[in-house]
């Protein structure tokens, strides 16, 4: 089954493609690199880091009719010997436009003629925001999609996530069966560093940074792949 991976968040600002490098990261070290496609016509980060490293398609989400190269690639990777995954970074605030493709496309039928499936990724903070941002996306995507919740530790330890861990939302999602990902914190001074030279994390290894920075971004990589290998089937 060839799985049609969206990274979500809605709010601008939770970490979304953080989390969307470390996990094409984590894929293409295992060799299972995806369609790849950056929806983020603003700050396009995936086409900045990976496109050197491998494909990355760019998408306006805002165009109607965009999504339909997505549903068809989802198509042919289902036909392919090996199946081959789609991956869809959203940009922020993408809720409206990602609805009518939804909607136009009749997406839940679309993907299960072809016997495809979804997994969001959802980032999150700690806000209500963030929160209902999320049951408005479980709304749209619970007749197609596995959902991952993403803690961003940046906003603190999962244990402060308070707010969410309260709301019916929670309850919602633990009886719909999905999962909850840590996506941990990595030390401003690093991240800026890799950043300024726009690496892919897993190229940091082969550069010119200094010794510790190789070394706080290979713990952090590590501590990332411990979370993802918890999902790796929906990846």
Same mark, same amino acid.
């Given at each position: ?7 979500? =968040?809605?709010?601008? !600002?939770? !970490?979304?493609?953080?989390? /969307? &490098? ?21 700050? !396009?980060?995936?086409?900045? %880091?990976?496109?050197?490293? %491998? ?7 805002? +165009? &109607? ?8 690639? #989802? ?8 199946? +081959?995954?789609?991956? #869809? ?5 993408? =809720?409206? $436009? ?11 039928? /679309?993907?299960?003629?072809? &016997? ?9 903070? &700690?806000?209500?925001?963030? +929160?209902?941002?999320?049951? #408005?996306?479980?709304?749209? %995507?619970? =007749? ?8 961003? *530790? %940046?906003? =603190? *330890?999962?244990?402060?996530?308070? @707010?969410?861990?309260? $709301? ?5 999602? @633990?009886? $719909? !069966? ?10 401003g001074d690093t991240y ?11 190229? #940091?290894?082969?550069s010119d940074l200094p010794l510790s920075t190789?070394?706080? +971004? ?18």
């Open positions: 089954m060839s799985r049609l991976v969206l990274v979500h =968040g809605d709010k601008g !600002g939770v !970490g979304k493609s953080t989390l /969307a &490098r470390a996990a094409l990261d984590y894929l293409y070290r295992k060799s299972r690199v995806p369609v790849v496609y950056d929806a983020d016509n603003r700050n !396009g980060q995936i086409h900045r %880091f990976y496109n050197s490293v %491998f494909p990355v398609h760019q998408i306006d989400i805002n +165009v &109607r009719g965009a999504f339909d190269e997505v549903l068809d690639s #989802v198509a042919e990777g289902q036909k392919a010997t090996s199946k +081959v995954n789609v991956f #869809v970074d959203l940009p922020a605030q993408a =809720g409206n $436009s990602v609805d009518m493709a939804l909607s136009e496309l009749k997406l839940v039928d /679309a993907l299960d003629s072809i &016997r495809a499936r979804a997994t969001l990724l959802f980032v999150m903070g &700690r806000t209500t925001d963030s +929160v209902n941002a999320l049951q #408005v996306a479980f709304d749209l %995507f619970k =007749g197609i999609a596995d959902f991952v919740v993403v803690k961003n *530790e %940046f906003f =603190g *330890e999962a244990s402060r996530y308070t @707010l969410y861990e309260a $709301s019916t939302t929670h309850q919602t999602l @633990l009886k $719909s !069966g999905a999962k909850t990902l840590l996506m941990p914190s990595m030390w800026d560093a890799v950043d300024k030279l726009h690496l892919p994390f897993c190229k #940091v290894a082969e190789k070394a706080r +971004v290979s713990a952090w990589l590590s501590k990332c792949d411990t979370q993802f290998a918890a999902v790796d089937a929906w990846l």
